[in-house]
């Protein structure tokens, strides 16, 4: 059974990075079929795409975050990485890791973490 | 704003069948793109409900069904139980700004 954990700090001062790591156990990251992606959802919000990374290290991300998202990946210890510069207190959410069920952005998300909630604060 | 529309809110009592509707543009659901749905029930992360518009994971009731038709889909529940009461997120594909993966603002099922 797949799994997918987040994980990193849980409070960022404004002006930071937020940094955070999904390690995939149950499957390998390393399979070609599948995006690996970060979905974020603000307290009483909706869900907002912030990208998605295939494993040989080809990124997509959402046109109105690109400017401040780097997405990373390790298949070594089959993990994939979230980072967010410049953060304000409207980055302050709930980020999930997310699997694609297809290398496709036309797919659907098939298996979610449990999610972690980043708090931007001085 | 999300870039696909759904109704904030719909509701329903037990054993009725509800309809939330997810509204796009010519260059997501317009053009072809799939639809997916999920289900968030309170304090935990979404779960995919229907995929490619109309087909159900195994584990999905087939009280949960989709459809889409031109820039429109929609997801129905029939026979409404306690349990459904969630939030409801549709997803999409978004040819413009280069590509991106939208969300419809999600909508809140109460069974009354």
């Known amino acids: 059974q797949l799994h997918l954990q987040e994980s990193g700090p849980g409070l960022v001062k404004p002006s930071g990075t937020l940094s955070l790591t999904c390690t995939v156990s149950?499957?390998?990251?390393?399979?070609?079929?599948?995006?690996w992606s970060w979905i974020r959802q603000p307290p009483g919000k909706g869900l907002e795409w912030m990208g998605s990374?295939?494993?040989?290290?080809?990124?997509y991300d959402n046109p109105f975050l690109r400017s401040r998202v780097t997405l990373s990946i390790d298949t070594s210890r089959n993990q994939f990485s979230l980072n967010l510069n410049s953060v304000s207190a409207t980055d302050t959410a709930v980020y999930y890791c997310?699997?694609?069920?297809?290398?496709?952005?036309?797919?659907?998300?098939?298996?979610w973490g449990q999610g972690m909630l980043v708090t931007v604060s001085s | 704003q999300s870039v696909l529309t759904q109704p904030p809110s719909v509701s329903g009592a037990p054993g009725q069948r509800v309809t939330i509707s997810c509204t796009g543009i010519?260059?997501?659901?317009?053009?072809?793109?799939?639809v997916h749905w999920y289900q968030q029930l309170p304090g935990t992360a979404p779960k995919l409900l229907i995929y490619?518009?109309?087909n159900r994971p195994s584990g999905v009731p087939d009280r949960f069904s989709g459809s889409k038709s031109g820039t429109s889909a929609s997801l129905a529940i029939s026979g409404l139980q306690a349990e459904d009461e969630a939030d409801y997120y549709c997803?999409?594909?978004?040819?413009?700004?280069?590509?991106?993966?939208?969300f419809g603002g999600g909508t809140k099922l109460t069974v009354l």
């Open positions: 149950g499957g390998s990251i390393s399979m070609g079929a599948f995006y």
């Open positions: 997803q999409s594909y978004d040819s413009s700004l280069g590509g991106e993966v939208v």
């Open positions: 010519p260059s997501n659901i317009g053009a072809g793109y799939d």
């Open positions: 490619h518009n109309n």
């Open positions: 997310v699997r694609q069920a297809q290398s496709n952005l036309d797919y659907q998300f098939d298996h």
């Open positions: 990374i295939y494993y040989l290290g080809y990124t």
